[in-house]
């Protein structure tokens, strides 16, 4: 079992900074790829970013390329989403996740672990 406490949510103003942090606790961290997805009111769970065991490797969805980054710490156990330059449509709440297969991956059906969530609105 892995798991998932999100952290860092709240509201913020499009156009500043946010950092979101996703720390594990359970089975071996580092064997694990981590992802971020996010679901907005009356949306499908979308997904956001991903980052292989190493943190080697990076995935990201069209809509947050270039404006957030993810990281990871596998000495601390935790995973970072940096949003810079949020948008109001960036509103949701964001939970990561953990798959044990270690690689990248868009589909929600590769991470057997999730966590709670946490909500993140920006204002225009």
């Known amino acids: 079992q892995v798991q998932l406490v999100e952290s860092g949510g709240g509201l913020v103003q499009a156009g500043d900074s946010l950092r979101l942090s996703c720390a594990a606790s359970g089975r071996t961290f580092s064997n694990y790829a981590m992802g971020w997805f996010r679901q907005a009111p009356g949306k499908e769970r979308e997904f956001v970013a991903a980052?292989?065991?190493?943190?080697?490797?990076?995935l990201y969805a069209d809509s947050v390329k270039d404006r957030f980054t993810i990281s990871r710490d596998n000495a601390k156990n935790t995973v970072y989403l940096q949003m810079n330059s949020p948008k109001p449509e960036d509103t949701a709440v964001y939970s990561c996740?953990?798959?044990?297969?270690?690689?990248?991956?868009?589909?929600?059906?590769?991470?057997?672990?999730w966590g709670q969530g946490t909500q993140v609105t920006v204002s225009s």
């Open positions: 980052i292989n065991w190493s943190g080697g490797s990076t």
């Open positions: 996740a953990a798959g044990s297969t270690g690689w990248t991956s868009r589909q929600q059906y590769e991470y057997e672990y």
